[in-house]
């Protein structure tokens, strides 16, 4: 169901953000490695193809949303989970590193309300 191309069953994973909020935390879980490195310092490396739907048909170009959908996931976090859900998963620590190396114009859109949400 997951991989580096992203979320094709969008209405299975808004069931399981709903129900299983807690599958939804593992299997971001499976974004983050750690590299081991000889050196003093490993390596994290980030999959953010878990946070990412994908059109179920590639051929087909939508030039209005183009072919990867990267706020969907969090909005349907937002709008379909459970208050607890929702500070489980928006607190993981990939989708907070995919906040922070969103471009600014993406942090006007979505940002903003997580910063709100967070705080409040």
């Not at 299997?27 to 390596?43: F, S």
């Not at 990939?94 to 709100?116: D, E, N, R, T």
Request: glycine share 6%.
């Amino acid at each position: 169901m997951t991989n580096i191309e992203g979320i094709l069953n969008r209405t299975l994973m808004k069931e399981l953000i709903k129900q299983l909020p807690e599958t939804v935390y593992e299997m971001l879980d499976k974004g983050v490695n750690l590299i081991p490195d000889p050196r003093p310092t490993n390596v994290v490396q980030l999959n953010f193809g878990n946070l990412v739907y994908k059109k179920p048909d590639e051929n087909v170009a939508d030039v209005s949303g183009g072919q990867w959908k990267e706020s969907e996931f969090l909005f349907d976090i937002v709008q379909n989970s459970t208050p607890e859900g929702k500070q489980r998963i928006l607190t993981h620590p990939l989708i907070k590193a995919f906040l922070s190396l969103k471009s600014p114009k993406y942090w006007l859109s979505f940002g903003g309300f997580y910063c709100v949400w967070i705080v409040s």
